[in-house]
């Protein structure tokens, strides 16, 4: 976990450092262990770094042959990398993977980026060609942005680094306002700022640092093609040992590590397997709250501690913690996000930073294994069509009417989704359908004032909705959720664990999100993965004499829930008044404050509107109000 600045002035003025000082300190919280800056002209690259790999020959800028480099995440695989290297005649002088980073560009040139297994977010500046090559992991699991105007383009690991340059104007982009309400994230690579763009997942750039020319490439992407023959008994066993090794590569480590465990299928597999591989037990950590048994899952956290011959220390976030830190944590995010579970994890990093440095976790699983109760819900749809009209939109019977049934317990905690899923639009075609079930707006455009609702027109929100959802590589509804969800949803997830870990110097590693590891489970025949319905069908196969038989076949999975409807009517409800209804959130005339003030009293379980309406606002106060200050 680094971060890192680069910034080059296409009129051929030199680079002043002390701005490019000040847009790298905006980062210090990323990388508190070391600091670094190469200005040449009119190239200015600045790294904060938190040391992991080699902590005492891993600092950067670093000047490998002709190119400097600038890295933020982990080559998990650069030992291998390393011996092809030398292999070839390369010399090293660090331990480090960034020096891996650096030699493997000069001997493969942009093919590098397709032999790493890793997290990152990197920029090569080589000066021979004055190109930059600056690239994102598969996933987007370390962050990367970009910014130009007409005299120069700037690279950086997070937004605000950008407001620290004198020549940024922060405007907010309406389009990605739009994409909020409707998602609680923005599609496509557009961020809430105007003119700020993200380098998308699987992506790299090339870009010509004299005239400002991008070429951007996708290296990467699941192919969901089914692969011709493979038993269920062969697949289980081809996914335990991805999984192993998938773990395996990312304890390399040189400092402490640790796991977080929410007491679910994904989080207790990837610490049992690390306790296993690493021939000890990890540190774990979990959150839970006071306020009943549907928001503590510490009891299942600890059975999967136990297993890893660990325990769990379990954090307990407080109501008064949530007002303490809901503008920290909004300036740590840079843009408003999805769910309020950030700032339970938020409150979990910072007391695990107080002991480990490198934190495994469970993320992707649900959307790599389709783990989310909508996707049954969907398939429920689609099997009462299939039964009522002998019709069947998929060309073949992945799940049915009758296997779907033994299933159906998942869903008893999903009572208000399933009320407002079939309150319209029932039969309709799929792509219409699983819209439906993302739309985190529940169809209530209502709590927004009239200025702003005239923009939420949702028509153009689905069309691009759509450009996602039909994948020409996918054919079955399962693949089609299933591939949204990677290129919309994960990324958004991705970027709360990215944020909530490297706001306390923490590095958060998510061994699920292997790239191998996906390609296989993207051929595996959907009805392979997804047998009557039951979510992680094959996960659970290959997890099953590892992970405890409690976990296992636990119906009530809650996902962190935070108890913020409970809040919002007792000890909150100052806080969200004092934020939602002052003088300066009636002045941006975004929301209705009547159905605001309704909207506090009697939010629903579990509700996302409250939340999504609390970012905005934060946001705007933060970044537009007050300039990008902490």
């Not at 159905?595 to 509700?607: K, S, T």
Request: charge should be neutral; aromatic fraction near 10%; glycine fraction near 10%.
């Amino acid at each position: 976990m680094c971060g890192w600045v680069a910034l080059f002035n296409r009129d051929r003025k030199p680079v002043d450092p002390t701005v490019l000082s000040a847009m790298a300190e905006s980062l210090a919280h990323r990388g508190p262990d070391g600091s670094g800056q190469l200005v040449e002209g009119p190239v200015g690259l600045a790294h904060r770094r938190l040391a992991v790999i080699d902590p005492a020959g891993g600092a950067q800028p670093m000047t490998v042959g002709p190119v400097t480099v600038v890295h933020n995440g982990e080559i998990y695989n650069y030992r291998e990398l390393r011996a092809e290297l030398e292999a070839l005649g390369h010399a090293f002088r660090t331990e480090s993977d960034t020096e891996v980073l650096g030699r493997a560009y000069l001997a493969w040139g942009e093919d590098c980026v397709r032999r790493f297994n890793g997290m990152f977010a990197f920029a090569v500046h080589d000066p021979r060609s004055r190109r930059v090559l600056a690239a994102r992991d598969p996933f987007g699991i370390k962050p990367l942005y970009i910014w130009a105007d007409g005299r120069r383009t700037a690279l950086a690991s997070e937004i605000k680094a950008f407001q620290r340059h004198p020549d940024f104007r922060a405007e907010p982009e309406m389009a990605a306002l739009r994409d909020y309400v409707f998602f609680q994230y923005v599609l496509n690579g557009e961020t809430f700022f105007r003119g700020v763009r993200k380098i998308r997942p699987g992506h790299f750039l090339s870009l010509d640092t004299e005239t400002g020319a991008e070429r951007h490439v996708k290296y990467w992407e699941p192919d969901f093609t089914v692969r011709a023959s493979c038993t269920e008994e062969r697949c289980v066993e081809e996914l335990r040992m991805l999984l192993h090794d998938a773990v395996r590569l990312q304890l390399r480590s040189d400092v402490p590590l640790g796991a977080t465990l929410s007491g679910g299928l994904d989080s207790s597999l990837v610490t049992i397997l690390a306790s296993r591989l690493g021939g000890r037990p990890v540190q774990t950590f979990t959150g839970a709250f006071d306020e009943g048994p549907a928001f503590d899952e510490s009891g299942y956290a600890r059975l999967a501690a136990a297993a890893a011959g660990s325990e769990v220390r379990v954090i307990r976030p407080t109501a008064a913690e949530f007002i303490e830190t809901m503008p920290k944590i909004i300036y740590h995010m840079d843009e408003p996000v999805a769910g309020p579970g950030v700032f339970a994890q938020y409150i979990v990093a910072r007391e695990a930073a107080r002991s480990v440095k490198v934190l495994l976790g469970g993320q992707g699983g649900d959307e790599i294994f389709g783990g989310y109760a909508r996707y049954a819900i969907a398939y429920l749809e689609q099997a009462l069509k299939g039964a009522v009209h002998q019709s069947n939109d998929e060309g073949e019977h992945i799940v049915s009417l009758h296997s779907i049934l033994p299933n159906l317990p998942f869903l008893r905690a999903y009572g208000p989704m399933l009320r407002y899923f079939w309150s319209d639009g029932v039969f309709d075609d799929m792509d219409r359908r699983y819209f439906r079930l993302v739309d985190r707006s529940q169809g209530d455009l209502g709590l927004y004032a009239p200025g702003f609702r005239a923009l939420l027109d949702p028509e153009p929100v689905f069309e691009r909705f759509r450009g996602l959802f039909h994948n020409p590589r996918t054919q079955s509804y399962y693949n089609k959720m299933v591939y949204f969800d990677m290129a919309a949803s994960l990324p958004a997830l991705l970027h709360v664990e990215d944020r909530v870990s490297a706001a306390h110097g923490v590095e958060s590693r998510v061994p699920i999100l292997d790239y191998r590891l996906v390609e296989f489970i993207a051929s595996l025949p959907p009805r392979m993965k997804f047998r009557g319905a039951e979510m992680k069908y094959i996960l659970k196969r290959a997890a099953t004499g590892i992970v405890p038989p409690e976990i296992l076949a636990r119906k009530d999975k809650m996902g962190f829930p935070i108890p913020l409807h409970l809040w919002a009517r007792d000890g909150l409800r100052g806080f969200f008044r004092d934020v939602l209804t002052s003088p300066a959130c009636r002045q941006r005339g975004l929301f209705d404050q009547a159905r605001v003030e309704e909207l506090i009293e009697r939010e629903d379980a579990f509700g996302r509107r409250l939340w999504g309406l609390l970012n905005i606002e934060l946001w705007f106060r933060t970044f537009i109000d007050g300039g990008g200050r902490p």
